[in-house]
């Protein structure tokens, strides 16, 4: 299986993000747009929804401080139980702060792992395809040429329009 | 679309920089052969790095007997030591997720070598707790683990225990946050680069990222979720630090002050510390365009802040000392400021009061030089501090019988300077082949407060107008 | 862009009905208060000196919240600066309500007796600081201070409307900074005076700080309900997005979690250490009625608005916002009430009519206050160069 993509660069985020929002307008299927920062608002003109990343993170916080709390409970108070200064054996005052570190070391250390999962990044990953100067200063909006309809020329004239900076056509193999 | 800047606001990033010059700018450096001063620098911070090593292994040897410890002071340099760094490493994290969290946008510039700083700083803070417990091949007990002891575990009631899971999550979390915020610019290192070697270097550890926008939206996501958690992470660090004091009934360390004061002052030590990395590296890396003046400024301010919540908890501590009514507690204050340790108290009110209060004046805010000079004297007031309160209540407690002094030996010496040997080696080693400047987001505020909007003051009273536009 | 091109007069004007019924409460409130005075001197100057402390927090978090975005050279919230402003017109009255107090002095505080203190060798020993001239200059004193200061500034902010000189804004810059290192200072004094001094005999060094993060949540909860009404009473329709409501959302959050935790780091230490001279603080707290009041304390301040503002959308969503206010303001009334009553209660908490006169005539003039302030002039510093950049907010 192979796909044709058309690959179009830009000099300027603004023109991405016009290009990107026409694109969209003229129903053409965007695969991608590759930047060498975050661009604001091109995720809502890629029309992408937005992440559940978040709670992800709460469930991990919270699963990370019960499990904690019981575990210091049980440490404390059951496995062998010892008397300190005093201090009663179930002394949740004193539990707290252990708590709250593992809440966010659950949580932290859980949401990036499950980030590079999800985005399929790891030590050693090759990318896919490198496009000339999207780490640095070019702005990459890629299209899926998916239909009999689609006409490269089209795309240049409506792009142009947004001052692109260069097109080119690649094949894909999935 | 697009933002409006007021015309108050200043340009983050100086001279017309194109999104390459900034690539170049920041990568250019790390291509080239290191220069004279970086090799005097680190040469200079590796032999005090083997000085500090050499007095470890001969204290790991001999014992901790070889400090100036005693039978009253049990907690002298190695603490004072401990809490200093720790300290230095949180205005690290204050100006990568509290001031991110704050849309302060001026910390982009300096985030990522902060975020560095406070990873070497905790680094040296890690060692000295490690060290004294004085059998530091041990130092895994400290862990829960099950064992065949009982199994006997760590008691969790215990602030020794607390520290323990706040320094390691601290590090942690501090770790991971620098790590992830810095993948697009290695990515960005390995597209450029000529050498075959650091092409695969860099490639391995950039994740495979390509700067799609599909992973951008989720990055940006969770980098806000990092920030969001490691701000109060931050804060419980050094609460915890500071209830390793004052869960005691010592008087001078049992004070409900304590968390948001130490807090507080280590957010103050660590931006004399990002001060200082920062005008040395301007001034070295040529980074003049990138942390300007201005940055300057903002950071001086930021210490005029966090030293007055000092100055106010040094007053408050006093003021309460009094109000107590208590022999003990008015007697650890008197101790403080004109016992045989008052030169250090005077010291540390000195540089920590005294010294911050010249940054009102914004010619000395803008004057680079003075401004490394204050910070060095900050830093030196920051170690006192700790040193005031660690030593102050330790040798005059409540029983007279049991008072005794402490004298640094040579060993508590070397060992304080060989941690600063490894900070600066760490932070060296750094600079030379990481991009000190988070390029990504540097690129996403070049224009700030560039290219005004065309608003002008609003036009006074005229009434009517906007309450039709108001209505439609 | 913004839909307001050429600004200008924006008054709030509140029905007339509208400021004759809650004058009405004021003064149903102030004749309870007063028949309580004399009728249960024990139970009704507490609760003045509640309702007081109450006004000045409000007063004093708006002169706060406007000096912190001067320092920090904040654009986001210049649109309804004028809301903080408003706030600060009740700290004269709460002037006149403190010379009442005075009146009180002897049943709040224990060391104000003579002999007392004669026979009580701790409290003695700090008479130098605990006597009652002393503490009537200082309360007059930290008022004044506070009112000439944010007088200051909330002049030159007006003044700007007309001409829209940036040489005010600088000069509000530096009044600010000047004004955040003199409350910090007197502010601390003055909660230790008005409310730690009502148990003598025991001190915390973070009861200043502790009271701070009280006043400044509820000065967000209270300005971000006004902020609210006004946006669906109409002027602010158009000015107040929900950019600017998740900012507000978010530091209510963030102040919120911050009182927790100071309320956490007095507790925690206290509780740890179990030392006589401190512990009875919470001993007697944690009996009884204290006791379920100490969690319906955390419960209103910090564990609903925590899980109510934890998502983002929630943060944007102007009824949500809205009732975590309300939970806020009636969450501040019993931190106060849990920070002054139990000398006066022994056993457990009671509500009653002299509790809510005085609270009632208190919220009743503070909102009549703020709005009959706001009606006066414009409700956009029209000549602030910040102005663009707030109504222009997107996040």
Redesign the interface.
Known sequence: MSRRLLVSSFAHE?DL?AATQAAREHGYTIL????????????KA?G?R??R??WA??IL?ISGAVAKLW??IW??AT??P?N??G?PLK?V??????T???M??F???G??LL??A??????????????DG????RF?LVLIQDNASFVVEEVRSLFERFHLVDLEERIERV | MGEVFSVLRQPLVLGNKTYADITDDVCGPLEKGASLSWWIAFIVSVGVLILGALSVAYQVMTGVGVWGLNNTVGWAFDITNFVFWIGIGHAGTLISAILFLFRQRWRTSVNRSAEAMTIFAVICAGIFPILHTGRPWFAYWLLPYPNFRGPLWVNFRSPLVWDMFAISCYLTISALFWYVGMIPDLATIRDRTKSALRKKLFGFFSFGWDGSNRTWQRYEKLYLLLAGLATPLVVSVHTIVSWDFATSVIPGWHTTILPPYFVAGAVFSGFAMVLTLMLIVRKVMNLEEYITLHHIEQMCKVIIATGGMVGLAYMTELFVAYYSGNEYERFAFINRALGPYGWTYWVMVGCNIMVPQLFWWKKIRRNPGIVFALSILINVGMWFERFVIIMTSLTRDYLPASWAGFTPTIIDLTTLLGSFGLFFTLFLLFARFLPMIAIGEVKGVVRYGKGRSELKPLEPRKEGALEQTLVG | MSTISAATRLAVRPSEGWARNLSILVLIGAAVALIGIFAAPDRAWPNVLLSTYYLISLGLAGGLFVALQYVSNAGWSVSFRRIPEAMTEVLPVTGLLLVVLFLGIHTLYEWSHEAVVANDPILHSKSGWLNEPFFIARSVFYLAVWMVMITAIVKRSQRQDASGDLELTRTNRKISAGFLVVFALTFTLASMDWIMSLEPHWFSTIFGIYNFAGLFLNGLATMTLVIILLKRMGPFRNVINDSHLHDLGKLIFAFSTFWMYIWFSQYVLIWYANIPEEVTYYARREEGGWGVLTIVNILFNWVIPFIALLPIWTKRHEGVLLRVCIFLMIGHWIDLFWMIMPPFMAKDPIVGLWELGPILAALAAFFLIVFKSLAKGNLLPVGDPMLGESLNLHT
């Open positions: 603004n993000l991608d747009a590759y930047t060498p920062f975050a661009v604001h608002g091109l995720d890629m992408m937005s992440t990343l978040a993170t709460l916080g575990f210091q440490t404390s496995s062998w010892v300190v200064g201090k002394s005052p004193a539990f707290v702060p252990v709250f570190e593992v966010v070391l949580a932290g250390v949401t990036v980030f590079l999800m985005r399929k990044l790891w030590p050693g990953k090759k990318p896919a395809f490198i496009y999207a780490t640095n200063d990459i």
